[in-house]
């Protein structure tokens, strides 16, 4: 029914009646009443329910009556409808919370405000949401934790702000608290007794902070993650984290550790402690460790690793860019993942790698190895990925695993890529030959890689003969992505790539033509009238199809 009609039945059922004879044919009282009971049907499917809005804020999007975000805004929408649990607002400009801009939506459950300029909030601003669980206010200019936060709350996020110092009060009577996000604040200093009241918190995020110091005791007996990366901590006192009994993942990396912190809790899975200041690792302080299964150790000082086997259970250990002179003595045998690169590497041996069966990824690369013994991983029985990369190897090393599907060789001094080296490797996917010495590639030895998929020839002297065409056929069989090829010599063919150069296909093409008008007068000729020529003739030799 039109508003024109709605109207029309309101003047039938408020005009007088003497008025209406006189315009229209008389109307009966069940006439009247009919009408009256219309517009009392339209006037409700019109009118707003109690405690709710059909309209959405401007520059928000409200996916459903329960979810509602925000861009751009400069406060928060007095029109929110009234069932919002989920109010996300980011890129705004919202200097100031109040009280009052959740006195509408107190069924809230999950805040969000990123991004937005945020400076203070006002007291008790949260208290009221009884049922919030989540709250996030990253990335804004936050200095100090809002105040009487809601018990309900299980998740905050604080990070990116000025936040200064954690005061006791700040987090009083929040026992359903699991996360708790305060990276990249200004706080120097913590005293994890303001933090013991937390009983349930999961999970503790302090990096990018500065701090210089932390005292304890660390009562939190759930806290399984705990990650103080790139502050400025030296060391620790004895017993810290002896109460932490479920503690599983811990990170100090880029702090100013000397040493490893002692009496670490025996639940710990990973260990990060890179970028610190490590000289040794005393493994026999951490062989109560059983469970750990992965320690990261890159960027230190260390020359030297011996009695990491003392860590059972240990499957990645990431060694890189220290100073080791050799490879790491006695692993643990159900290491999956080693990681020496950047280091003083010289050599390498089958004794380096003795009782490594489950082996899969070897990082080896920027370093100084000139000696690769032969067969060294043959008892690397699954490994897939071999980084060899800026080195100073003149071959590829012999009877590697054929378990490979990765090989990087690139920045050596590799000249020949020869049969004997790669013919094993039946399930190599990767081939990466890049800035070497290597002229020439025989078809031959790409027949030994059936599974060939990718590549990488770049930054190499080739001699783009026609030699390399019969490669390049096998090749494209193959459907392997080339990258690189570029000519060195002859000097008419520089520049160009033997994998895609109609220049050079076209020469060999007339080579070929040529070669074959020679064939002909050769069968007309006597063989004793025929000159002597120094042209190789053989029918192998063009043995290749031009594209």
């Not at 009256?36 to 928000?60: A, M, N, V």
């Not at 996300?88 to 959740?102: G, P």
């Not at 025989?442 to 003969?465: A, S």
Request: aromatic residues 6%; neutral net charge.
């Amino acid at each position: 029914m039109t508003t024109k009609e709605i109207f029309f039945f309101l003047y039938l059922l408020l005009t007088p009646k003497a008025t209406l004879h006189a315009l229209l044919p008389p109307f009966t009282l069940g006439q009247r009443v009919g009408c009256s009971y219309l517009l009392f049907y339209f006037w409700l499917q019109e009118t707003p329910k109690s405690g709710s809005s059909t309209t959405c804020p401007r520059r928000c999007n409200c996916d459903s009556a329960q979810t509602v975000q925000c861009y751009r805004i400069i406060e928060i929408p007095t029109e929110m409808p009234f069932t919002t649990k989920r109010l996300y607002i980011s890129h705004s400009k919202i200097k100031q919370l109040q009280v009052s801009d959740f006195g509408r939506i107190s069924g809230l459950e999950e805040l969000i405000l990123s991004c937005s300029g945020t400076e203070s909030i006002e007291n008790n601003t949260f208290k009221a949401l009884s049922t919030l669980q989540t709250l996030e206010l990253c990335k804004n200019k936050l200095r100090r934790i809002p105040t009487f936060l809601p018990s309900s709350l299980e998740v905050l996020k604080l990070g990116d702000n000025s936040i200064n110092a954690i005061h006791g009060s700040d987090l009083e009577g929040l026992k359903k608290l699991r996360v708790l996000d305060i990276q990249n604040n200004l706080i120097l200093a913590l005293s994890f007794s303001t933090l013991s009241s937390l009983c349930s918190l999961q999970s503790l995020i302090l990096d990018g902070n500065n701090m210089e110091s932390v005292s304890g005791p660390l009562k939190l007996p759930k806290l399984k993650y705990l990650s103080m990366a790139n502050n400025k901590l030296h060391s620790f006192l004895g017993h810290f984290f002896e109460p932490l009994q479920d503690l599983q993942f811990l990170s100090f990396s880029g702090n100013h550790l000397e040493k490893v912190p002692p009496d670490l809790p025996k639940s710990l899975l990973s260990l990060k402690l890179e970028r610190n200041r490590l000289k040794t690792v005393r493994f026999r302080d951490m062989q109560h460790l059983e469970n750990l299964s992965e320690l990261f150790l890159s960027e230190n000082q260390l020359s030297s690793i011996d009695g990491a086997h003392l860590l059972p259970n240990l499957i990645a250990l990431e060694l890189s860019r220290n100073q080791l002179q050799a490879m790491p003595l006695r692993l643990p045998a159900r290491l999956q993942k080693l990681d020496c690169s950047n280091n003083l590497i010289r050599q390498v041996t089958a004794q380096d790698f003795q009782g490594l069966r489950n082996l899969r990824h070897l990082f080896l690369d920027n370093n100084a190895v000139s000696l690769f013994e032969a067969g060294a991983l043959q008892r690397c029985a699954q490994l897939s990925n071999l980084a060899l990369e800026q080195n100073l190897l003149i071959s590829i090393p012999l009877r590697l695993p054929d378990t490979l599907a990765r090989l990087d060789l690139k920045g050596n001094d590799i000249q020949d890529v020869g049969e004997q080296e790669l013919k094993d490797l039946k399930q190599l996917q990767v081939l990466n030959l890049r800035n070497n010495k290597i002229s020439s590639l025989d078809r031959k030895v790409l027949e030994y890689l059936p599974r060939l998929r990718h590549l990488y020839l770049d930054g190499n002297p080739w001699n783009c003969t026609c030699d390399l065409l019969r490669t390049r056929k096998v090749l494209m069989a193959k459907r392997t992505d080339v990258k690189g090829g570029q000519c060195v010599a002859p000097i008419g063919s520089q520049g160009e790539s033997w994998m895609s150069s109609q220049k050079i296909l076209q020469q060999c093409e007339d080579d070929f033509s040529s070669a074959e008008r020679i064939k002909e007068a050769r069968k007309e000729m006597k063989t004793d009238d025929f000159p002597s020529v120094g042209i190789n003739v053989d029918d192998d030799y063009y043995d290749y199809e031009i594209d």
